[in-house]
């Protein structure tokens, strides 16, 4: 019977891309569907050891087998097989790579369009094997060229539709394969995301989680939630189509369940994950506008109130998960945060009491960290939330309840707890954000902390706390109440200056070693001490913004300041509390959350913006900088220093020369209608009208003798402007022209002012009196031609005024020009000094380098010289010949290196 395997033992002989090249033949030759059937089994028999030489040849002629005999299923569900096979990945638990083979087979499938819709039209097919091959391979390929497939389906109109029947499929099998291809699908691409909710992909998914019991549904009802959170996360149009077709209120059943004893792990792993999904409508680097719609719809269904009845079950698993959840969606939005905190929890407690208890019981430090943050967001922005809390520390005739404000207290000043009285600290920075009435009603309250003593008031009681607290914990969150309180509020920055030693006492903490080894503590005491400075009213005598600044000046240094406060306001820490909503981190890296991070960010602000106006830079600032730069460095300093005062000086300046305009406006007016009057006086001739202008022309020149005396002030504080420029520049440090240049420029300017009040002369004349009886009176022709020439005078006085303002504005622009000339030489001064350091630092490097390459080669040339020595030296031992050049070469060699050692 050997003559029956004689074909098979031969064919096994030949190497693989031969064999695999006699199937390929076969199955492209073949008339018969048999023989095509058993090429193409043969083929898969080996896809998966000769991948590289199935997929090579055969690729092609396996997609013509899906196009030609589609009829028989045996063969459609060998060549799918086939196809999964070469294109599978080497590591499919790792990221796709160029260079492997399935990828590279993938990318020649996809990117031929007709052969991914010849793959989709397979689904069509209702037979089991060949659907659930077709799904794997559309999975496969997804998994290796995720882009491309994407592209491919939805150039076709109907391939969206095609896959979304198959979560319809009765068979389990293909409906779970098919929901795991399109959580890829639908994955980071927003045009598959719209098309497949428009073809009602929400139904289909809340109706297989409803199928499978929602949080029982084990990792079916996980993949569901998996999918929704890939169809809305940052697509904002299907987050309306939820919305609008209130699917929030069919995800109720998942916490509403009644059984709330057995969480195995898979529904607690379930339930969390839906509360992800929540929170994606929620996020807060959402649209605002948005963000509201999705938390009024939330809130509306009667989520919120199950969530919030669920969070505080004592057999609740996912506690923490549940308060955050909460807390971002009643977050910003007043209305929200108003009706939780008007609810109560099924023990009976307001949920702000609530809150606090599950904080400050011995829980886990993520359930901790979550009650806090719950209470935080209904406290942020709702002042009248945080007056209400502030309210419940002030005495009333209430009987003795416990309520949030003695809570708070109590944690504040516990004993032996330094992460409750953190956590406490922080609650209550909170109350005082953005609350200047809270902040101020807040230092009435005074507390009790032995029997029989007398009350002290919270704010020294922080500041005792303070002085005597070691836990870097709880020294964060009393600074951070303590600069929160002070911010913005200079009532109570004046009582916190008040207390006994306190500048000794903050100055001491800049200074302790403990405090400038932690960057949080050294930036939060610096921003205590800087907000002493910004909020600082100058009531208090010994401790107004000047006394406090000239402390930090000769006590701390105010580069030494600004550059530690600079080095907290852009650290590590600051960075991580500044991203906006609820960031999970274990205890350690967690010191405060966003909205006082954002309220310290600003404090620092203020606090460097107040250094910058009044600091003064060091001497001892750049001690390893050369002579010329240090000279440069000096130069500029000094240019800016004129510009700040003529920037000053000029804004003066313009000032006057609006009020002198404005006078002369006026005093153009009066002249206009006293011609008025003067025609009129014509016409009636009358002694009285004669006196009346009499008296019009004295009120006229007494305007204009105003505007002299105007002028007079305005050229000595001109006069004044230019002795301050001149002692603020030194012209033997300015470089040359520049500074001659303003110079003359103000001097013209002030000798012009100086001549202005002579060259202005007022026409003198008397008024005449009105005519009596009994003396005699001159005619009125004569006295209305001497009124109108006194006119006439002073119209052309005011003419001269104006052009001498005119000429002023002149001399102003060409000051202003001066100064912006200055300004950029200025900079240009900087710029040079910046290149040549950078040039000196370079060159320095170049030098060094070329050294230590001298050196090298130097120490290489004596090794060979000492070989070659050795060398010549063996071969004359060896009874060899050496050339008498050689030899005066090697006696030369030997007398260069003895000169060389000389010098």
């Excluded at 994955?187 to 499978?212: P, T």
């Excluded at 004359?876 to 007398?895: C, F, K, P, R, Y």
Aim: proline share 4%.
């Amino acid at each position: 019977m050997s003559w029956l395997f004689k074909g098979e033992e031969a064919q096994s002989e030949l190497p693989p891309s031969a064999q695999v090249e006699r199937l390929v033949t076969r199955l492209s030759s073949a008339t018969m569907l048999d023989d095509r059937r058993t090429a193409v089994n043969e083929l898969r028999a080996r896809s998966k050891t000769y991948k590289v030489e199935v997929g090579s040849q055969a690729l092609s002629h396996l997609v013509d087998v899906l196009k030609n005999d589609r009829g028989d299923p045996e063969i459609i569900n060998a060549t799918l097989e086939t196809l999964v096979n070469i294109t599978a990945r080497a590591n499919p638990t790792g990221p796709p790579t160029p260079d492997d083979v399935g990828v590279m087979f993938t990318e020649i499938f996809v990117k031929n369009t007709d052969d991914v819709i010849l793959l989709l039209s397979l689904l069509e097919e209702t037979e089991y094997s060949t659907r659930l091959l077709t799904i794997q391979l559309l999975t496969t390929l997804l998994n290796n060229c995720s882009r491309l497939l994407q592209d491919a389906i939805t150039l076709e109109g109907s391939a969206v539709a095609k896959l979304m029947d198959l979560l319809g499929d009765s068979r389990d099998v293909i409906r779970n394969e098919a929901l795991l291809l399109m959580i890829g699908l639908v994955k980071d691409n927003v045009v598959v995301q719209k098309i497949v909710a428009f073809q009602n992909g929400f139904d289909l998914v809340m109706n297989i989680m409803s199928a499978e019991m929602f949080s029982h549904g084990g990792v079916i009802t996980a993949d569901c939630i998996r999918l929704l959170k890939s169809m809305t996360d940052g697509n904002t149009s299907n987050q309306a189509s939820f919305r609008e077709a209130s699917f929030f209120s069919a995800l109720i059943p998942f916490f509403s369940d009644e059984d709330k004893t057995a969480w195995p792990s898979q529904r607690v792993e379930n339930v969390r994950s839906m509360l992800e999904f929540v929170r994606i409508f929620v996020r807060p680097d959402s649209a605002k506008t948005v963000r509201t719609q999705n938390q009024n719809a939330i809130g509306s269904s009667g989520l919120l109130t199950v969530l919030y009845t669920t969070a505080f079950e004592p057999t609740f698993p996912a506690m923490s998960e549940t308060l955050v959840a909460i807390g971002e969606i009643i977050a910003g939005n007043t209305r929200w945060q108003d009706t939780l905190a008007a609810a109560t929890t099924t023990q009976g407690f307001p949920t702000t009491i609530a809150c606090l208890n599950v904080a400050f019981d011995k829980n886990p430090f993520p359930a901790q960290h979550a009650a806090v943050f719950l209470l935080q967001q209904i406290l942020v922005d709702n002042q009248p939330q945080q007056l209400a809390l502030v309210e419940s520390l002030l005495p009333s005739q209430t009987p003795a309840v416990p309520s949030p404000g003695l809570l708070l207290c109590q944690g504040l000043l516990a004993q032996q707890q330094p992460i409750l009285n953190w956590m406490a600290a922080l609650c209550l920075s909170h109350v005082l954000l953005d609350n200047t009435t809270a902040k101020e009603k807040l230092l009435s309250v005074a507390l009790t902390q032995v029997a029989g003593s007398p009350p002290t008031s919270l704010l020294a009681i922080c500041v005792s706390q303070l002085a005597v607290a070691k836990h870097l914990k709880l020294r964060c969150g009393l600074l951070c109440l303590l600069a929160t309180w002070l911010h913005d509020c200079a009532f109570a920055v004046k009582s916190f200056l008040q207390i006994p030693d306190i500048i000794s006492f903050l100055v001491r903490l800049i200074h302790d070693h403990d405090v400038v080894s932690s960057p949080v503590l050294d930036g939060l005491v610096l921003i205590l001490f800087g907000v002493c400075i910004t909020g600082n009213d100058n009531t208090l005598e010994g401790h107004t913004k000047s006394d406090l600044l000239e402390i930090v000046a000769h006590r701390i240094g105010n580069d030494e300041f600004t550059q530690r406060l600079s080095r907290f306001a852009q650290g590590d820490v600051m960075a991580s509390a500044l991203k906006a909503g609820y960031v999970s981190t274990p205890l350690e890296s967690t010191w405060f959350g966003f909205e006082i991070a954002t309220k310290l960010r600003a404090a620092a602000t203020d606090i460097t913006n107040v250094f910058g106006a009044n600091g003064e830079t060091s001497p001892d600032m750049n001690h390893s900088t050369v002579a010329g730069v240090q000279y440069h460095d000096e130069v500029v300093s000094e240019y800016q220093s004129l510009i700040r005062e003529q920037d000053q000086k000029l804004q003066a300046a313009n000032a006057e020369k609006q009020q002198l305009e404005q006078q002369l406006l006026e005093a153009q007016q009066r002249m206009s209608q006293l011609e008025v009057e003067a025609q009129a006086a014509t016409i009636e001739q009358s002694p009285t009208a004669d006196s009346t202008q009499g008296q019009q022309i004295a009120e006229l020149t007494a305007q204009l003798q105003g505007l002299q005396q105007y002028y007079g002030q305005f050229a000595q504080q001109a006069a004044a402007f230019f002795s301050q420029a001149l002692s603020v520049v030194d012209p033997a440090k300015a470089p040359q022209g520049e500074f001659t240049q303003i110079a003359s420029a103000f001097s013209s300017s002030l000798q012009q002012l100086q001549l202005l009040p002579e060259s202005f002369k007022l026409p003198t004349f008397e008024p005449q009196a009105p005519p009596t009886p009994d003396s005699p009176t001159t005619s009125s022709g004569d006295q209305i031609d001497e009124l109108q020439l006194e006119l006439r005078a002073a119209r052309g006085d005011v003419i001269e005024l104006q052009e001498q303002v005119e000429a002023k504005e002149i001399e102003i622009e060409r000051a202003v020009k001066a100064a912006e000339d200055a300004s950029a030489e200025a900079t240009r001064l900087a710029s040079e000094v910046e290149v040549s350091k950078d040039r000196a630092k370079a060159t320095q490097e170049e030098l060094e380098e070329l050294n230590l390459q001298h050196s090298d080669l130097l120490v290489l040339l004596a090794d060979m010289d000492e070989k070659v020595q050795d060398y010549r030296e063996r071969i004359i031992q060896l009874g060899g010949e050496v050339s008498e050049d050689e030899l005066d070469d090697t006696v030369a060699d030997g007398d260069g290196e003895e000169e060389q050692d000389d010098e």
